[in-house]
């Protein structure tokens, strides 16, 4: 039995555990097959505040694993293939951990960025191809790039990618864009940007050193062509991680969890949920961290009103 269990380990999921082992909560961190996040896939971070001269990703997370652990935070690696939150303490059954009950439970098991399966695509990761223009895009200042997807997040990362980038080639697999007017318009007002529609992303091209091109299937005359490029963007959406928790919490249309206004709390009382998997917008390390903290307070005081254990026996 457990007073809390955080699943997850990016910056939302490790500042919450830093929280709670900092408020003797002895929190037991459970890490997936990613430890650390997304984060661990980008190379430096640039934009995290205390940080000025920048901080690769994975030392980021290191650093805060190590903060959460120096404060007594216990971890274990292990796949959450299911949870029962219809009743106190919660059950989780954790594959090579077997069962795992807790009193309370914060959810910052994140979202995946999606990628397009094509070859070339994974093995050029944090060389030439990403999913993050806020994270990567100041690394192609003077460049040309290719972002790929129609839908809102692509008009968005193309706006901002014009920042640096000498041309922004949108590319996207048809000839109708899925993303709303007003991001649409932006975009087409935007004389660094160019289109690449009705074209099919199926290779990315590389020289061992980094990007340099896209093979497109364009869509009207059948042919392959090839869009010279330094850099590849993917922003063809998010899956947030919520599929364990097989519908027991209330998550709006597209999967991300839903908390009350203001706070961590999600509709089963003692279940908090912080970082992307909760967040559609905004979808910054710092602004997980800063949600993490809030789901540690929150949990706090959730403990101290309402335990169903007597702690003073178990020692946790
Ligand atoms: P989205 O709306 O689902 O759009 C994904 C786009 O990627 C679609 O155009 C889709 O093409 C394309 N796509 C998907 N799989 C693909 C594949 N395998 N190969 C090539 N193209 C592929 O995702 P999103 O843009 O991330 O937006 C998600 C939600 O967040 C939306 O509700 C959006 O409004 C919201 N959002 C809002 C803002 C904002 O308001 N500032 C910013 C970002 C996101 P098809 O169109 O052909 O299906």
Request: hydrophobic share 35%; with cysteine.
């Amino acid at each position: 039995m457990h007073k809390s269990i955080i699943i997850g380990t990016g910056p939302a999921g490790l500042t919450a555990a830093i929280y709670l082992a900092r408020a003797n909560m002895n929190p037991l961190i459970i890490e997936g097959p990613e430890p650390g996040g997304q984060l661990t896939t980008t190379t430096e971070v640039e934009n995290f505040p205390g940080f000025p001269e920048g901080i690769m990703g994975p030392e980021l997370m290191e650093n805060m694993r190590k903060q959460a652990e120096r404060f007594g935070a216990a971890f274990i690696t292990g796949w959450v293939n299911s949870v029962d939150l219809s009743q106190r303490p919660f059950k989780l059954q954790v594959e090579g951990h077997g069962e795992i009950v807790g009193e309370s439970l914060i959810i910052s098991t994140g979202a995946s960025a999606k990628y397009l399966g094509i070859p070339g695509e994974k093995d050029n990761v944090g060389k030439g191809v990403s999913t993050c223009a806020t994270c990567d895009g100041f690394f192609f200042r003077g460049k040309k790039i290719i972002v790929v997807g129609g839908g809102d997040s692509a008009m968005e990362e193309a706006n901002f990618l014009t920042r640096f980038a000498t041309n922004v080639e949108l590319v996207h697999r048809r000839d109708e864009l899925r993303a709303s007017k007003i991001m649409q318009d932006r975009a087409r007002e935007n004389e660094k940007i160019s289109w690449s529609l009705n074209r099919t992303p199926v290779e990315v091209i590389a020289n061992g050193m980094g990007v340099t091109g896209l093979k497109v299937l364009n869509n009207e005359t059948g042919e392959e062509e090839v869009i010279e490029t330094n850099g590849l963007f993917v922003a063809i959406g998010h899956t947030p991680n919520t599929k364990f928790l097989n519908g027991q919490i209330d998550t709006d249309e597209h999967g991300y969890i839903k908390v009350k206004p203001g706070s961590t709390e999600t509709n089963v009382p003692g279940v908090f949920a912080c970082g992307d998997v909760q967040d559609n917008k905004y979808r910054q390390a710092i602004t997980a961290a800063g949600s993490g903290c809030m789901a540690a307070l929150d949990c706090e005081r959730f403990l101290e009103g309402s335990s169903t254990h007597d702690w003073s026996q178990s020692g946790k």
